[in-house]
C-alpha cells in the first residue's frame, strides 16, 4: 500500500505505507527512516532519518525542542522530504542492471576496428555465464536492492547461486533477508556487511533460508553480541563469522548455537577483555580474530604454567594486532593453547619493548613451543632452534639466581622464576644448562664501535646478488641467521656460515657457534660473510 503526499509544487508523491523502519538512500548516504509526518513551522510532510553515517546528520532527533525521533549517535538524524529519499529496488531488478544490462551495453559479440571486423575469443562463454540462470556468484555491492520482488521470481530466475554479496544495500530486516535467499537453495556464502538489520521476533523459524549458509559477513552492521545470539540459530549450519567493527562490547557463552564455528572475526569492536573467554567452548574453533579490541591480558585459570589449558581446544590462528599488550605473562598463557600454530600480535606495546624487533621475535619464538608462523612469517627449524638458545642464556643468571643448577637434583628454581618462564626448565632439558661463561655480561661498546658494515654471498648460488648489511658487532650468530633466512627467503635447511676477510687473503674461516657474536670471530668492516646450506 502506498500514500498519497502533495510536494510544495503540487504534485502529488507515492509514498510506502509502512515508511518507517524502511531504508533510503539520499545523495549516496544511506539511513533509517524514524519518522513520517510534518514539523512545524513548515507545511509539508517530512521523513525523520537516522543516518549510517552519523556525520551526515544534524541532531538526534529533535527539532526546536521536540522530539519527533531517537538516534544512537547525538548527531545521527535529520529531515529530508521525500522527494529526495530514494527507497531502492528489488533484487532481481538490481541482477539485471548489474548483469544483464551490462554486460548489453559493455560486451559486443563483435568488435570493430578500423575497417576490420574482430570477434572477441571466449564471448559465448562469457555470455553464458552472465545468463541469470548460470550465475552462482552475485556481487549487488551499493545496489540499492531494498526486497525480494515479486514472489518466487528469485527462485525462477538465479536458481544456482552460492555465493551472494548484498554489501551496503537497503534491507531493513532479517525477515526481508530470508524472503531472499530461502528462494536460493544452493546459497552458501552471505555477505550484508554495512546494512541495519532489525531481529527477527522468531528467528529459528526463519533458519529453512539459511540451511546450506557456511559463511557469514556482517561486518559494520551495528549489531551487538547478544543480537548475534539471538539471530543464531537461523544459521544452523555456520562455520565461518565475520563479525568486524560492530556494537561488540561484552561476550556471553554460546549456549546449543554456533558450535560449528570454524572462524570466527571479532576485530575492532571494544570488547570486555574478561569475557572472551565466554567463546572458549567453542570446541572446533580454529581461526580467531581479536585484533583492535583493546585486549591487554588474557588467563587461562584451568591450567598451570608451562601446562595446557582445556580452553579452545582447536584453536590454531590467533590475530592479536593492534591491541594493548604490554606483559611477558600473556605471551606465557598463550603457549597453554594446545592446538595454536600461528600467532600474529603486530603493533603492541611488548613489541617495542625493545629497540630490537628481532630479539623480541625470538623471545616470542621461544615462549610458545608450537608457533610455527609469527607475524606472517614462517618460523624455520633453525630459527627455533637459535631463538631457545638464545633464551636459555639470557635468562641464565635469573635461573641461577632463583635456585636453577645444571645438577637435575638439585635444579630448583623459585615458583615465581618458572610462572614468569614456565618453558626454560624444558628448554635446557632439551639444549643442557648454559655454561658460566655464555652467561658473562658482555663489555659496552661504542655505537660506533659495534655496527660493522658485511656483505653476505652466496657462493654456490651465483644467481642471488650480494647483500650488504650494517651489523652490530654484539649481535650473536643465531640471529645473523634468523635474519638471513628472511633476507634470503631461504627453505627451512641448516645454514652454514663462514667469513673472508681482505686481511687474510684466501683463508675461510668458518662460524661454527651459535651464540657467539661477530665481535668474537674478529669480523670488521668490509668482511664477507659466506652463506651456505644443506
Not at 554479496?165 to 524472503?179: I, R, T
Not at 537461523?234 to 546449543?256: A, G, K, S
Not at 591491541?323 to 598463550?334: R, Y
Not at 600461528?342 to 623471545?363: A, F, G, M, V
Amino acid at each position: 500500500m502506498r500514500i498519497r503526499e502533495t510536494d510544495q509544487c503540487g504534485m502529488a508523491q507515492q509514498l510506502p505505507e509502512d515508511a518507517v523502519g524502511r531504508r533510503v538512500s539520499c545523495d549516496g548516504e544511506r539511513g533509517t527512516v524514524r519518522y513520517v509526518g510534518t514539523v512545524p513551522p513548515t507545511t509539508g510532510l517530512w521523513f525523520g532519518v537516522e543516518w549510517d553515517n552519523p556525520e551526515r546528520g544534524k541532531h538526534d532527533g529533535s527539532h526546536e525542542g521536540v522530539r519527533y525521533f531517537t538516534c544512537r549517535h547525538p548527531t545521527g538524524g535529520s529531515f529530508v522530504r521525500p522527494k529526495k529519499a530514494g527507497f531502492g529496488v528489488d533484487f532481481l531488478t538490481a541482477v539485471k542492471q548489474r548483469y544483464e544490462l551490462c554486460l548489453d551495453q559493455a560486451i559486443k559479440e563483435e568488435v570493430r576496428i578500423s575497417t576490420k571486423t574482430v570477434r572477441m575469443v571466449g564471448f559465448e562463454s562469457i555470455m553464458e555465464k552472465q545468463k541469470m540462470e548460470n550465475l552462482a556468484e552475485v556481487a549487488l555491492i551499493n545496489c540499492e536492492v531494498s526486497g525480494p520482488g515479486p514472489e518466487n521470481e528469485i527462485k525462477k530466475n538465479t536458481p544456482n547461486v552460492v555465493s551472494l554479496d548484498l554489501s551496503g544495500n537497503l534491507l531493513n530486516s532479517w525477515e526481508v533477508v530470508a524472503a531472499i535467499t530461502e528462494q536460493l537453495e544452493e546459497l552458501q556464502v552471505l555477505c550484508l556487511s554495512h546494512n541495519r538489520l532489525s531481529i527477527a521476533s522468531s528467528p529459528s523459524n526463519l533458519n529453512p533460508a539459511f540451511s546450506k549458509l557456511r559463511v557469514l559477513t556482517l561486518n559494520s552492521c551495528a549489531i551487538t553480541w547478544s543480537q548475534v545470539l539471538c539471530c543464531a540459530p537461523m544459521w544452523p549450519h555456520i562455520e565461518e563469522l565475520f563479525l568486524n567493527d560492530n556494537d561488540i562490547t561484552e561476550l556471553q557463552r554460546p549456549v546449543d548455537v554456533l558450535q560449528g564455528l570454524k572462524v570466527l572475526d571479532l576485530s575492532n569492536n571494544s570488547l570486555v577483555q574478561e569475557s572472551v573467554l565466554q567463546i572458549s567452548n567453542l570446541s572446533r574453533l580454529e581461526i580467531l580474530n581479536l585484533s583492535g579490541t583493546g585486549l591487554s591480558t588474557v588467563h587461562f585459570s584451568d591450567a598451570l604454567p608451562g601446562t595446557k589449558t582445556a580452553m579452545f581446544p582447536a584453536l590454531k590462528i590467533l590475530l592479536l594486532d593492534d591491541n594493548k599488550i604490554s606483559e611477558w605473562g600473556v605471551i606465557n598463557e598463550l603457549d597453554k593453547l594446545s592446538a595454536l600454530v600461528q600467532l600474529s600480535c603486530k603493533r603492541n606495546p611488548l613489541i617495542d619493548l625493545d629497540k630490537n624487533h628481532e630479539t623480541t621475535r625470538q623471545l616470542l619464538i621461544a615462549r610458545i613451543r608450537q608457533l610455527e608462523i609469527l607475524n606472517r612469517s614462517q618460523v624455520l627449524q633453525e630459527e627455533r632452534r637459535g631463538a631457545e638458545l638464545d633464551y636459555c642464556k639470557k635468562f641464565g643468571r635469573a635461573w641461577l639466581q632463583a635456585g636453577g643448577h645444571s645438577v637435575p637434583e638439585k635444579n630448583q628454581p623459585s615458583a615465581e622464576f618458572i610462572a614468569e618462564h614456565p618453558r626454560y626448565i624444558t628448554l635446557i632439558q632439551k639444549y643442557g644448562a648454559p655454561e658460566e661463561d655464555e652467561l658473562k655480561e658482555q663489555k659496552p661498546f661504542a655505537l660506533k664501535d659495534q655496527l660493522l658494515t658485511v656483505t653476505f654471498e652466496c657462493p654456490e648460488e651465483t644467481d642471488r646478488k650480494p647483500i650488504q648489511k650494517k651489523l652490530p658487532g654484539s649481535m650473536v650468530v643465531q640471529k645473523v641467521k634468523g635474519l638471513l633466512y628472511r633476507l634470503l627467503k631461504l627453505p627451512g635447511t641448516e645454514l652454514h656460515l663462514s667469513y673472508t676477510s681482505s686481511k687474510m687473503e684466501g683463508k675461510e674461516i668458518e662460524i661454527d657457534n651459535d651464540l657467539k657474536p661477530l665481535q668474537f670471530y674478529s669480523i670488521e668492516d668490509g668482511d664477507r660473510i659466506l652463506v651456505r646450506w644443506s
